[in-house]
């Protein structure tokens, strides 16, 4: 037999309806990460496995645990007492006694009655008709989105971190109506972005890391960039009707708080993206990128970080070239991070790349403007040069992955003949670009890598 572990701890993480009690409703997943963080301490983590599992059956007791092969189970969890599981069972092989677990006989009862009664609710379910909760929560799921973005769009995480903790006094600051921001104040709290107590509302671990002015990884810019584009979806089934954006507008006339939020939202993906695909792409030998439709130039930074000998040119819209030396000269590599406004599709690109970069631009362009835009990418490139193309890649039945199929009618409401295309499309334009070895590039994430040489 295989006894890979000397012990086995399984931490329910079971997710339910909010009216049903749960051990995800009351930490479990907290839990579960305070049992690999003090395992690790205790350096058991190659005698001792750790995993969240479903419902354990006797739900009204979570959080709970169950440690085999002892078979020893742990009722109504909190988190300080971890240490003590871990160092008097895990490492002494003596559970603690603790008043709360049941015994075998009540959890044999309650997990049988618990069987019955999701078996007679989920008939019950069944036979009414009743949305299953997967369909019900995609029919809803624009509700929390459209909380959070009108919180943000609101100012409401700043309002509450400079004192406004009533709903009144928020309110006051952001000349709204009482009645009515107090409902959206509970709904966030709710979604547990604030936190209220006694009547006064404070900022949640999240609003205070990510959404107040100079939070630590401030995204108010990227997540105005969703607001956004939530005008444009609302408008799906007339463009689904029409074929394109009902409402388009090109870039250049969209204003520049519009610009900014979209230039913002772009930067935030490249900070984490950008050095997985520098390092992906072995830039040693290259010289001279063009980094098309560059943006805040996020990938040009890290490409001129991995390389002491590169220069990179971000070529993109007048209107956002500016934005670009802001974001790079704020860098240590902002000199060698030239910008160059134009249009992708009407002006020339230049000559004597060694590596043409094309990052989410493809998904903007129809099929013909790719091709193009391909074969210019060819001509500025030097003899063994490369184009890598960045971007949603969709499996040929175009489904899958679902962020890429969603991502496809982002760009139907967004633009005029944008998508997003599969991998076998890619590889023709590359092809009749005239590159040669062209492949797809592993790299983990939403987006894929294409590249081919001159
Ligand atoms: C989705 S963003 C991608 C930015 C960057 N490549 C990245 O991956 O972070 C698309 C970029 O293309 C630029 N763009 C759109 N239309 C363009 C055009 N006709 N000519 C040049 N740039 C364009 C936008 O300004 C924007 O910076």
């Not at 189970?73 to 988190?79: D, H, I, L, P, T």
């Amino acid at each position: 037999m295989q006894q890979p572990f000397k012990r086995h701890v399984f931490v329910c993480t079971q997710q339910k309806p909010e009216w049903a009690p749960s051990c995800a409703a009351v930490g479990g997943e907290k839990l579960l990460e305070r049992f690999r963080v003090e395992v690790a301490k205790a350096g058991l983590q190659d005698e001792v496995a750790i995993t969240g599992c479903g419902c354990l059956g006797v739900c009204q007791r979570g959080p709970n645990v169950v440690v085999y092969p002892d078979g020893q189970w742990y009722s109504e969890v909190k988190a300080d007492e971890v240490a003590a599981i871990v160092d008097e069972h895990l490492k002494g092989g003596a559970p603690p006694r603790r008043a709360v677990d049941p015994d075998a006989e009540t959890i044999r009862k309650e997990a049988a009655e618990h069987r019955a009664k999701t078996r007679g609710m989920m008939e019950g379910m069944a036979r009414s008709g009743a949305l299953p909760e997967a369909l019900e929560a995609m029919v809803r799921g624009f509700q929390p989105a459209r909380v959070v973005l009108t919180a943000v769009e609101l100012d409401l995480f700043e309002t509450v971190e400079r004192g406004a903790d009533t709903a009144e006094e928020a309110a006051r600051r952001l000349g709204t109506d009482a009645r009515a921001t107090e409902m959206l104040m509970n709904a966030v709290a709710g979604l547990g972005l604030l936190d209220k107590r006694d009547g006064k509302f404070s900022n949640g671990e999240w609003a205070r890391a990510f959404l107040v002015a100079g939070a630590p990884h401030e995204s108010r810019q990227a997540i105005l960039h969703s607001a956004h584009m939530w005008q444009r979806w609302h408008a799906l089934t007339e463009c689904v009707k029409h074929g394109t954006a009902v409402s388009y507008r090109p870039m250049e006339d969209r204003g520049d708080e519009w610009t900014e939020a979209f230039i913002a939202a772009m930067h935030k993906n490249t900070r984490m993206r950008a050095p997985q695909v520098a390092a992906a792409l072995d830039l040693k030998g290259v010289r001279r990128v063009l980094d098309l439709g560059g943006g805040s130039g996020g990938y040009s930074i890290a490409f001129a970080r991995a390389n002491p000998r590169l220069e990179a040119t971000v070529f993109d819209l007048p209107t956002v070239t500016p934005l670009t030396r802001k974001y790079a000269d704020a860098t240590e590599v902002g000199a060698r991070v030239k910008t160059v406004a134009g249009d992708l599709h009407s002006d020339a690109y230049g000559s004597g790349y060694d590596l043409v970069f094309i990052s989410a631009i493809a998904h903007m362009n129809s099929p013909q403007e790719n091709l193009e835009m391909l074969e210019k990418a060819h001509a500025a490139l030097e003899k063994g040069g490369r184009v890598v193309v960045q971007d949603f890649i969709l499996r040929d039945d175009k489904t899958r992955p679902v962020t890429a199929a969603l991502f496809a009618l982002n760009m139907l409401v967004g633009t005029r003949s944008g998508s997003a295309y599969s991998e076998s499309e890619y590889r023709r334009w590359l092809d009749e670009a005239g590159f040669t070895g062209v492949e797809r590039l592993p790299l983990p994430g939403p987006t894929g890598l294409m590249t081919g040489r001159k």
